[in-house]
C-alpha cells in the first residue's frame, strides 16, 4: 500500500478527512426528531384504547391491534368519504390536466399577441389566497347551483390546481427540441399529429408529474370541502378526518386512535405518488429526447 | 387550444374575482344568502377594516409569523444541507429518506397528528418535557389555550414540514458548488465557515433566494395548519389574514362583503410582496 501511494504522485492526494462524528450525531438527532411525529401516528394507530390514553406514554404497542382501523372503515362512512374525494380528485385533475396540456402546449409552441401577458397572469393568480377565491366561489356557485355539487368542488379544485399544471407542463414543452417538430413537420405530420405523435409523448413525465401535484393539492384541502359541501353523506377524507368524536364515559372526546388510523390510510396514496414522481421527474428530465 | 383553458379560467378565476371585488363594496350578509337583497355601500367596508385594530393586529400577526417561519426553516434547512455534504453515505441516504417521508407527508393529517402529540393530559410531547422536569409537571399543559404556546405549536408544525422541501433543495445546490474551489480555499488556509461565507453561499444565493421568495408566499397563505391546530384561538390570538378572512366571511351572520374586502386587502399586500419573485420568474422564464 506504502508502495502504491509514493508512486501515486501524478494524482492529487486527497486530504482525507476524519470520520465526522459531530455532522453524524447531529444528523441522527435530526432524524429521530423529524420521523417521531409520522412515528408516533403510526404507533397511535396499533394501540388498543388503553395504551392510547395512557399517562405514561407507551413507545411501542405492547398488544398491537387492527382494532382502530378496523373501527375507522366500518364506524361511520368511510366508505362514501372515500368514494367523494377519489370522484372529486379525479375530476379535478384530469380537467385540469387536459386544459393544461393544451394550453401549455399553445403557451409554448406557438408564438401570438398576449402570450407574454398570459404568462405573467398564470403567476400572478397562483399567488391569490385560497380564503379570497374561496369567498366568491362561494357566492358564484350559489347563484349557480353548484354549491354542494361535486361539481362545484371540482371546479374549485381545477381553479387551484390549473395555473400551476399549465406552467409545470410548458416547462417540459421548452425542454423539447423545436427541431423536432419540423422534423415531423417535413415528414407531411399535421398540427395535431405533431401535438398528438410527437409531443405529447415526450412531455408524458411531465403530465404525470403535474397530475401528482394536483392530486396532492386536491386530496389535501379540507377549507373548500367543508365550506362547499353542506351535506354530510358529500364529505371528503379530510373533513371526515378532522371528525372523530367519541363519547367517553358521558364526555365528548376525540378518538385519537381511530383517528392517527384514519390519518395513516389518508397518507398513504400521497406518499405513494410522491415516490412515484420522486423517480419520473429525474428520469423523465434526463431521458430527453433528440440525439445528434 | 387556450381556448378551453382561458375559458376555465375566466369561470373559475376571473369571474369569481370579479364578484369578490364586487361582494367587497357591498353589505353582502347571511340575510343575502336567503333573500337576495344587498345594498351598495361605496368603499365603506374598506374604511371599516382599515380603522379596525383586529384587521391590523391580523397583517402584524401575518408578517411576523411569516418572517418568523422564514428564519426557522432556512437557518435548519440551510443547516441540515450543509450537514449532508459532510455526512457519510449511508446516514446522507437515510437523512434523504426521512426527509423526503416527511416532505410527502398531507398537512391535513400532519396537523391533526399534532394535536394529538401536543394534547393536554394524554400528549407525547408533555409528557417527554415533564421527564426533563425543567419546567415541573407539564402533563396538563394546554398549548391550543396559551397565546405564545399556541403559536410556538403551529411554529414547529410549519417548520417541521417545509424543511424537508428547503434542505433537499439547498442540498442539491450544494452539491452543485465546484470542489477545486473550497479546496482551494482550503489550502489557503481558510476556515470551514469562511470556506461556507466566501465560496458556498454566493453559489447557493440563486436558490435561497428563490427558497424564501417561496417561503413568504407560503407562509403568508398559510391555512390549514393554523386552522386546525387553534382555529385561530385562543381568543384570536393566532389569527391571521387568511384565518381572519374566513372567520368574517363564514361564521357568526356570515359578513361576506366585510370579509371580501379583507380578501381583497390581503391578495394586493401579498402580490406587492411578490412582485419581486414574479419579475424575477419572467426574467428566468427562458423565452417567455
Redesign the interface.
Known amino acids: 500500500m506504502t508502495t502504491a501511494r509514493d508512486t501515486a504522485i501524478s494524482r492529487p492526494r486527497r486530504?482525507r478527512?476524519p470520520?465526522?462524528v459531530v455532522?453524524?450525531l447531529?444528523?441522527?438527532l435530526?432524524?429521530i426528531v423529524?420521523?417521531f411525529?409520522?412515528y408516533?401516528?403510526i404507533n397511535?394507530a396499533f394501540k388498543p384504547r388503553q395504551e392510547?390514553?395512557?399517562?405514561?406514554?407507551h413507545f411501542i404497542p405492547e398488544n398491537p391491534t387492527f382494532d382502530n382501523f378496523v373501527t375507522a372503515i366500518t364506524k361511520g362512512h368511510f366508505f362514501v368519504y372515500l368514494q367523494n374525494s377519489v370522484l372529486v380528485v379525479t375530476g379535478a385533475v384530469v380537467?385540469a390536466i387536459v386544459?393544461?396540456l393544451?394550453?401549455a402546449?399553445?403557451?409554448s409552441r406557438?408564438r401570438f399577441r398576449g402570450?407574454?401577458t398570459?404568462?405573467?397572469l398564470i403567476?400572478?393568480?397562483q399567488?391569490?389566497?385560497?380564503?379570497?377565491?374561496?369567498?366568491?366561489?362561494?357566492?358564484?356557485f350559489?347563484a349557480t347551483g353548484l354549491l354542494g355539487t361535486y361539481w362545484g368542488l371540482i371546479?374549485?379544485y381545477?381553479?387551484s390546481v390549473?395555473?400551476f399544471s399549465?406552467w409545470v407542463m410548458r416547462g417540459f414543452f421548452?425542454a423539447i427540441p423545436i427541431e423536432l417538430d419540423e422534423a415531423a413537420r417535413i415528414d407531411g405530420a399535421s398540427t395535431w399529429q405533431v401535438l398528438t405523435r410527437v409531443l405529447f409523448p415526450l412531455v408524458m413525465p411531465g403530465i404525470v408529474a403535474s397530475s401528482v401535484f394536483a392530486f396532492?393539492a386536491a386530496?389535501?384541502d379540507?377549507?373548500f370541502a367543508f365550506?362547499f359541501m353542506k351535506d354530510q353523506a358529500h364529505y371528503t377524507l379530510?373533513v371526515w378526518?378532522?371528525s372523530f368524536t367519541v363519547i367517553i364515559a358521558g364526555e365528548i372526546g376525540?378518538d385519537?386512535g381511530g383517528?392517527?388510523a384514519a390519518?395513516?390510510m389518508?397518507?398513504i396514496p400521497?406518499?405513494v405518488f410522491?415516490?412515484i414522481i420522486?423517480r419520473n421527474l429525474i428520469t423523465g428530465m434526463s431521458a430527453g429526447a433528440v440525439k445528434g | 387550444m387556450l381556448t378551453p383553458a382561458s375559458l376555465m379560467i375566466l369561470f373559475v378565476m376571473a369571474v369569481p374575482i370579479g364578484f369578490l371585488i364586487f361582494a367587497s363594496v357591498t353589505n353582502y350578509n347571511q340575510r343575502t344568502l336567503f333573500t337576495g337583497a344587498f345594498d351598495f355601500v361605496g368603499l365603506q367596508q374598506y374604511g371599516a377594516i382599515l380603522t379596525s385594530p383586529d384587521f391590523w393586529w391580523a397583517l402584524v400577526r401575518t408578517i411576523v409569523f411569516t418572517v418568523a417561519l422564514l428564519i426557522g426553516t432556512v437557518l435548519i434547512g440551510a443547516g441540515m444541507a450543509h450537514l449532508m455534504t459532510s455526512l457519510p453515505v449511508a446516514l446522507r441516504h437515510v437523512v434523504t429518506v426521512v426527509l423526503v417521508l416527511t416532505w410527502a407527508m398531507p398537512n391535513v393529517a400532519t396537523s391533526l397528528v399534532w394535536s394529538w402529540l401536543f394534547q393536554p393530559q394524554y400528549g407525547v410531547i408533555n409528557w417527554l418535557i415533564s421527564q426533563t422536569g425543567i419546567f415541573g409537571d407539564t402533563t396538563s399543559v394546554n398549548w391550543a389555550a396559551d397565546p405564545t404556546l399556541a403559536w410556538a405549536c403551529v411554529w414547529l408544525l410549519v417548520v417541521w414540514g417545509s424543511v424537508p422541501f428547503t434542505a433537499l433543495t439547498l442540498y442539491a445546490a450544494e452539491t452543485q458548488v465546484s470542489h477545486d474551489l473550497k479546496e482551494a480555499a482550503r489550502l489557503d488556509g481558510a476556515s470551514e465557515s469562511a470556506v461556507y461565507r466566501v465560496v458556498i453561499l454566493p453559489a447557493i444565493a440563486p436558490t435561497l433566494l428563490l427558497i424564501t421568495m417561496l417561503s413568504i408566499i407560503w407562509n403568508f397563505n398559510l391555512f390549514n395548519q393554523i386552522w386546525l391546530v387553534t382555529k385561530g384561538g385562543p381568543d384570536g390570538a393566532t389569527s391571521t389574514l387568511g384565518v381572519f378572512t374566513y372567520t368574517t366571511a363564514f361564521s357568526g351572520n356570515l359578513q361576506i362583503g366585510a370579509g371580501s374586502a379583507i380578501a381583497v386587502a390581503s391578495t394586493i399586500i401579498l402580490l406587492a410582496l411578490s412582485a419581486l419573485y414574479i419579475r424575477m420568474l419572467v426574467r428566468s422564464g427562458e423565452d417567455l
Open positions: 486530504r478527512r470520520f465526522p455532522s453524524s447531529i444528523a441522527v435530526f432524524c423529524w420521523a411525529p409520522i408516533w401516528m397511535t392510547v390514553l395512557s399517562s405514561t406514554p380537467l386544459l393544461g393544451f394550453a402546449a399553445a403557451l406557438f402570450r407574454r398570459i404568462l405573467i403567476l400572478i393568480v399567488m391569490i389566497p385560497g380564503t379570497a377565491l374561496l369567498i366568491p366561489q362561494f357566492l358564484v350559489n371546479l374549485a381545477v381553479a390549473l395555473p399549465i421548452l396532492i386530496w389535501n379540507y377549507i365550506t379530510p378526518l378532522n376525540t385519537y383517528q392517527m390519518a395513516t389518508f397518507a400521497v406518499v410522491f415516490m420522486q
